[in-house]
């Protein structure tokens, strides 16, 4: 059932050209495939093999003519064909029960698609294999009047009524595989805009949304002008036809999907109003949108060979879409953000029995691996070559791509080489990143002789084994280092007299790296802007992380540093709490607190990001095996010192926010989504939760009450009432109800908003959550067919309230298994997201461990159970 990347073989057929014609219906939709065939083998004994999935064959023919064919439960199978022909299938699918929402669906009344990566088979029989790229021209047939917006890729050839019918024709004149194919078919509002490019080509913008929902789709549109525009100027990529279509539907497994100029996006990554999103959505807007245009270079006009080479154009494009944000936002905002799914979900994944390289080996079910892994460390293995090979070379690098692969299908290993050539720097032991799974660990030291005044360092890295790799080769791994003076200023780097690069390349187990002229014992910056996705062990001496945390020019190094301190006061006190020992106050953590509250004079975000405390997820990583109970309750106790401790200064900053807040109300000045808004907003939720945590630990939980429906009151925007919110349900304060309550009555109609509902009360670590969640699982909001309402209520508890689904009553576990047995039948691929928490069985307590384990059995067991759990569960007992 596994597929091996190592077998890939070269199409036997290809399917130059198809003409596809739908007549629409909710639950009997004809389609009819008219493709040409060619044969490229030299074996003519070889059949024809076509994949297919859920359809009903209707009619097959060769050549205009009846024929043998084979209808296998997954293929349908023709012998002895001509080397070229013409072929005719008919099938009938059922779009409106198509509940897993692969292939042609209906979302709220509108037909939509979602191909990627094996949803074609579902539409009709075909080669749909990536390497097989064809040239589209698709016919749409409905009821006159019945859809008023009838849409696929490429050009608009024509459109036409007759016997009340209406036909639409659209044409694609760039062959492309089948998983980027789409149709869409309803009643929408249309937002439009003009954009010329570099070029002087004049492009039509539309962007579709629900009816009554045009005015939330002006960030969304204009977002897309300004990702094209970008990457004109990054990139040099312009657009290359007339005209670009993005629709929002609300049901969607993914975020979105890059189809061929027919983007097809999750509701939730459009529709945004001043009134109705947060902030992070306004930046999600942008990033996604950014991130599905850029597809169409990446992804697009240069496609996968086999879905095992999936980080060939996700992870680039999560680094194209990155970069967009961060040339457009602000970027050690962005760089944070990025390693913070690294340093949780992705070290997550990579210590679970799912560990798989960037360019996987193996694979049961694909949708699986639309992964951490292949998705963000992929993008970091991209900033890796961006920062070995620099801007310059790296843009070289690109043209060199394209031009070699323009409209071709092909591998990680194609990139590497063109960049690879073009800056004729050696990339062969890089590679090793695409080969190997695991988080490389660097552990360093330094001996500083003063003699000579060397610093002279010492870097070993080693991978612990994951499933089926337990031997790893070393990595090329770019450490970005920095060396202060006792004085906070930075030692310029010198090798033999020569200035050098901060930048040092490792590629041995050893390693050792010398700079001369040092006058003193310098305190080490040593992964600056998170320069790889490894671990870094470093015998920090005392002091010098405040040093690096006061004086680095690098933010992300202040914000590591910072990250370092609080991490080993967690290792020391869930020792202590394993051992039963009283918790170790830590001076260092309070103190540092104190110095970015009062002195660093940073603005606001950053100070929001900075005092942080990772979430009991990513705290997780630190452990080799986890004691659940240990490290939570060592997280409270860091946030009761701190908020106790600390008590006067937040209370004064939430006050000072809180003034600075009034007064924007008072002068009438609006919500906007700029940076130093975003700023006040994130600081102004950590002072809160500090403030409200110290009050409720002093016993003045009727104050703290009366303080979050204050601010719950005065929110002139969602960021500010979802602060309220939040902090209402997880300090279990009073006025959660009437807060709650409140929300409700204004937002149940807003499915994307309601489901901040569902995941406030999903993620308060308390007794009666699960209860609640089990409550709002009745809730008329509440779809269990609907991907968005799973996650946000189901999702949550699962992946961000650890305390309560890991109850050590195993009553979390049993619900989520539950659950996972009701989705198998409906939408697998969003069960199989949901379950990632139960992956970490392996690194837990005995006691859960066995839970879990009974659990899966219990799955295992049922009947029809999909590839997507199966894989998951099967590689869990393996491990
Ligand atoms: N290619 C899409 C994107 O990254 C995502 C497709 C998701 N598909 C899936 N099976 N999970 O933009
Ligand atoms: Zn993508």
């Not at 697009?300 to 999560?318: A, H, I, M, N, P």
Request: net charge negative.
């Amino acid at each position: 059932q596994e597929k091996r990347r190592l077998d890939y073989k070269k199409p036997d057929f290809t399917i130059t050209d198809i003409d596809l014609t739908f007549e629409l219906d909710l639950t009997a939709t004809i389609v009819t495939a008219v493709s040409r065939v060619k044969r490229l083998t030299e074996d003519r004994k070889i059949p024809l093999v076509l994949n297919g999935d859920s359809l009903k064959l209707l009619d097959v023919k060769l050549d205009g003519a009846e024929c043998a064919f084979r209808e296998t439960e997954n293929t349908l199978e023709l012998d002895s064909v001509p080397d070229e022909f013409t072929l005719t299938v008919k099938t009938c699918i059922n779009p409106k029960d198509n509940s897993e929402l692969m292939g042609l669906y209906v979302s709220d009344g509108k037909f939509c698609t979602q191909n990627e990566p094996e949803g074609f088979r579902r539409i009709t029989f075909f080669t749909d294999h990536p390497d097989v790229l064809a040239r589209y021209t698709t016919h749409i047939i409905a009821p006159d009047g019945a859809y008023p917006f009838m849409l696929s890729n490429g050009n608009l050839i024509k459109d036409e009524v007759k016997d009340g019918k209406r036909v639409v024709t659209w044409e694609d004149p760039f062959p492309k595989p089948s998983y980027l194919f789409a149709l869409v078919a309803g009643d929408f509002d249309e937002l439009h805009r003009d954009f010329v490019t570099c070029g002087g080509r004049h492009v039509d913008v539309y962007l579709y949304v629900d009816k009554g929902q045009a005015s939330c789709g002006t960030v969304a549109i204009d977002s897309i002008l300004r990702a094209m525009e970008w990457d004109e100027k990054r990139f040099g990529l312009e657009y290359d036809l007339n005209r670009f279509n993005v629709v929002a539907v609300d049901f969607f497994n993914a975020g979105a999907m890059e189809n061929k100029s027919l983007n097809i996006f999750n509701s939730k990554y459009v529709l945004v109003d001043a009134e109705s999103a947060t902030d992070t959505d306004f930046e999600n807007v942008l990033s996604v949108i950014g991130h599905e245009y850029f597809h169409n270079w990446t992804g697009d006009r240069v496609t996968c060979r086999d879905w095992f080479q999936l980080s060939l154009k996700e992870g680039l494009t999560v680094f194209r879409d990155q970069e967009f944000s961060s040339d457009l936002c602000c970027r050690p905002i962005e760089r944070i953000k990025a390693v913070n799914i690294i340093k949780g979900p992705q070290f997550t994944e990579d210590a679970g029995p799912m560990a798989h390289p960037i360019r996987p080996d193996y694979v049961m079910e694909m949708n699986n691996f639309y992964s951490v892994t292949v998705y963000d460390k992929g993008a970091e293995v991209i900033r890796m070559i961006h920062t070995i090979l620099g801007e310059e070379l790296f843009q070289k690098g690109m043209k060199l791509y394209f031009k070699r692969h323009d409209g071709c299908a092909v591998t990680c290993e194609d990139f590497v080489s063109a960049m690879e050539d073009a800056s004729g720097i050696d990339l062969k032991q890089f590679r090793n990143w695409y080969s190997q799974a695991g988080t490389p660990c660097v552990s360093g030291s330094l001996r500083y002789d003063a003699e000579k005044k060397q610093a002279v360092y010492t870097f070993n890295q080693s991978t612990p084994a994951t499933p089926g790799q337990s031997v790893k080769q070393p990595f090329v791994i770019p450490l970005s280092m920095a060396l202060y003076g006792s004085d906070g200023r930075k030692i310029l780097l010198k090798r033999n007299g020569e200035p050098v690069s901060e930048v040092q390349i490792l590629t041995e187990e050893h390693n050792v790296v010398v700079f001369d002229d040092v006058p003193e014992r310098p305190v080490t910056a040593l992964l600056q802007n998170f320069s790889a996705p490894v671990k870094v062990e470093y015998p920090y001496a005392q002091g010098e992380l405040e040093t690096l945390l006061k004086c680095a020019d690098d933010p992300v190094t202040r914000y590591e540093s910072m990250q370092n301190i609080i991490n080993s006061y967690i290792v020391l006190n869930t020792v202590n709490a394993q051992r039963r020992l009283p918790f170790t106050h830590s001076e260092l953590v309070v103190q540092s607190f104190r110095y970015i509250l009062e002195e660093s004079g940073l603005d606001n975000r950053f100070m929001a990001y900075i005092l942080r405390i990772p979430p009991v997820n990513t705290l997780m990583g630190l452990f080799t095996a986890i004691d659940l109970d240990a490290i939570i309750a060592s997280r409270k106790e860091l946030v009761r010192v701190l908020s106790v401790e600390l008590a006067d200064i937040w209370e004064k900053l939430y006050q000072k926010l809180l003034a600075e807040f009034r007064q924007r109300l008072a002068e009438g000045r609006g919500y906007e989504c700029t940076e130093e808004q975003i700023g006040s907003r994130d600081l102004i939720r950590v002072a809160l939760n500090f403030h409200v945590r110290g009050l409720v630990l002093k016993g003045e939980e009727a104050k703290a009450s009366a303080i979050v429906s204050g601010h719950y009151r005065i929110s002139d925007n969602m960021t500010d009432t979802l602060i309220a919110l939040n902090a209402a349900t997880a300090h279990n304060l009073e006025s959660r109800h009437e807060i709650l309550k409140d929300f409700e009555s204004r937002w149940r109609d807003n499915a994307l908003v309601f489901d901040n509902y569902f995941r406030a009360v999903a993620s308060a670590p308390y007794p009666d959550t699960l209860d609640n969640v089990r409550k709002l699982m009745e809730h008329e909001c509440f779809d269990l067919t609907n991907p968005n309402r799973v996650r946000a209520l189901l999702g949550t508890f699962s992946q961000l309230n650890p305390e309560c689904f890991n109850d050590i009553s195993g009553r979390g576990y049993e619900f989520l298994t539950e659950i996972l047995i009701k989705l198998n039948g409906t939408n697998p691929h969003v069960a199989a997201a949901i379950m990632t928490p139960m992956l970490n069985l392996n690194r837990l307590d005995i006691k859960r461990k066995g839970m879990i384990t009974d659990c899966f059995n219990r799955i295992m067991r049922i009947p029809g159970l999909s590839d997507s759990i199966f894989e998951k569960i099967d590689k869990a007992f393996k491990q």
